[in-house]
């Protein structure tokens, strides 16, 4: 099971909106509705900020927001702020009953 | 509050075995799938594997079918991880992670990791 695809890194001034996209096939993100995206602090835990495409757990600003289209799951980040600076992962399941994880985005802040 | 707590990291060459323990507290184990995550240093997050919270079925990743071994022992809270055979691209920090319990494909709370080197 190869890993979905995601961009390096992603870079946006403060205020503006960014978009990360996650790359996968119709044997994961395109055949499920089972896409999650995390939020990632080196040396902290990884929270979960979006699950099933587009939800929000209690508690997750409103500015994360997910979607889907195709093969290809996107998480976008409005009104960006100096906090949100981390590495965000996606994350499948798959049609062999696993999950796989996105190679990992690192949103700068500039 | 929800605590996981990883331990049984170190170092072990090529070849030999390691088990991995979390130690849970906070809620009722036994409700709840549990995963076991990984990163190898200055890469991305990899799942491993999940044992589902009725302890019947449980999944791996390809990269550690038929090596790795995941169980539960519910009366103990507790999460093992028996690595055998193991090889240097192993080495990692592993965490385990809770399921959501809207689906077990989701991880709701983590563990602070603990670290194996497979080096000679």
């Known amino acids: 099971q190869s890993a979905l695809t995601q961009p390096a890194s992603v870079s946006g001034s403060p205020g503006q909106s960014i978009t990360i996209s996650c790359t996968g096939t119709?044997?994961?993100?395109?055949?499920?509705?089972?896409v999650s995206w995390y939020q990632h602090h080196p040396g902290k835990a990884p929270k979960l900020m979006i699950y099933?495409?587009?939800n929000r757990p209690s508690g997750v600003s409103n500015r994360f927001s997910g979607s889907k289209s195709g093969n290809t799951a996107s998480l976008t980040i409005s009104g960006l702020q100096a906090e949100d600076e981390a590495d965000y992962y996606c994350?499948?399941?798959?049609?062999?009953?696993?999950?796989?994880f996105g190679t990992g985005t690192k949103v700068t802040v500039l | 509050q929800v605590q996981l707590v990883e331990s049984g990291g170190g170092v072990v060459q090529p070849g030999r075995s390691l088990r991995l323990s979390c130690a849970a507290s906070?809620?009722?184990?036994?409700?709840?799938?549990m995963h076991w995550v990984r990163q190898a240093p200055g890469k991305g997050l990899e799942w491993v594997a999940i044992a589902w919270h009725d302890g019947g079925n449980k999944f791996y990743s390809d990269s550690v079918k038929g090596r790795f071994t995941i169980s539960r022992d519910d009366s103990k809270n507790t999460l093992y991880l028996q690595m055998n055979s193991l090889r240097a691209e192993d080495t990692a920090v592993y965490y385990c992670a809770r399921a959501h319990s809207s689906s077990w494909a989701y991880f709701d709370y983590w563990g602070q990791g603990t670290l194996v080197t497979v080096s000679s």
């Open positions: 099933d495409v587009s």
């Open positions: 906070g809620f009722t184990f036994s409700s709840y799938g």
């Open positions: 994350t499948s399941y798959t049609s062999s009953a696993t999950l796989v």
């Open positions: 119709s044997s994961d993100v395109g055949g499920y509705n089972y």
